[in-house]
């Protein structure tokens, strides 16, 4: 029977317990991302339903919360045993996640630069999409909401994209108070209003185009966020840069430099 024991002690108890502090806040942020994914879920009776899942058409972003939760619960706990009982194999198995994990993000990355035209179609797809799944799920309906309030921009290349909606569709088939309006995400806040103003896109679109931007934005949300990026492009690669190299370089350290300093053992 082998076993493997490091032949010198290269790696601080301060270091241990410093990249074990760090996982156990990473597992504990998994846990909560659980959490709440599967308390959401248990509001809208998924739980009891899975099939509501795959009957949404547009994207549920409970989903996202749990797929993130489960890949931080896994990849902290792998982290925090590892480094707890300097266990190279969990380590190793770690590393190796955030490392693919960073070249992943870099690719995706490299390839919505090179293929713009392409990336920016898709995203008009999954916006319109959305759009007209906007109030079969709260969750969606409220994201979409924050959206077009944090860049004050409506639908997808305009307000004319709700008409994607059946609530909100202008034509004469529609019999809903919402038809040829907007959701109230698009309204111009009036700061003399305390009180949020759900009814402000009623009918608004019922009146000639050169009157919208007096109550609506008319800005589509994907010109925004195109004129968002360029503003902002050197501090949001700065930013991924570093923090990218920093968790590659600090959580592989470990287990790769001691893994080269063991001995086998004979009983």
Known sequence: MHYYRYSNAEVSCWYKYLLFSYNIVFWLAGVVFLAVGLWAWSE????????????????????????????????????????????????????????????????????????????????????????????DDIDLQNLIDSLQKANQCCGAYGPEDWDLNVYFNCSGESYSREKCGVPFSCCVPDPAQKVVNTQCGYDVRTMTKNKWDESIFTKGCIPALEGWLPRNIYIVAGIFIAISLLQVSTRCHWPLHKAGGKDPVGH
Not at 49 to 74: A, E, N, S, W, Y
Not at 99 to 118: C, G, K, S
């Open 44 to 135: 809208k009776g998924v739980l009891s339903d899975l099939t509501k899942v795959t009957r949404l058409h547009g994207v549920d972003p409970v989903v996202l919360v749990l797929i993130v939760g489960v890949v931080m619960f896994t990849l902290g706990f792998a982290g925090c045993v590892g480094a707890l009982r300097e266990n190279i194999c969990l380590l190793k198995f770690f590393c190796g996640a955030i490392v693919l994990i960073f070249f992943l993000e870099l690719a995706v990355a490299m390839l919505a630069f090179l293929f713009q035209d392409w990336v920016r179609d898709r995203f008009r797809e999954f916006f319109e999409i959305n759009i007209k799944s906007y109030r």
